[in-house]
């Protein structure tokens, strides 16, 4: 099972990064385990300069920016191949 973390305040980007993910596990039928990091400590941890950040099985795809659905999905999908 995958594991797709999004990393950031709560803010309306984070939460838009979460509804492209949840959807996309959705639409593709995959489950996975959404967790959402909030806590600065652990953000930091991920050595990301900006939020929102987006990590799948513990590998940083994404941070700064909203990624497209393609994208999101194409590293779900590199995810799903390698685990």
Do not use: F, H
């Amino acid at each position: 099972m995958l594991t797709i973390k999004v990393l950031g305040s709560g803010c309306a980007n984070c939460k838009r990064v979460e509804q492209i993910v949840r959807k996309i596990l959705t639409d593709m039928s995959i489950e996975a385990q959404v967790i959402k990091v909030t806590d600065y400590n652990d953000i930091t941890a991920y050595n990301i300069l900006s939020t929102p950040g987006l990590v799948i099985n513990e590998k940083v795809v994404s941070y700064g920016r909203i990624p497209t659905p393609a994208e999101v999905t194409t590293w779900v999908v590199d995810a799903l191949q390698t685990a």
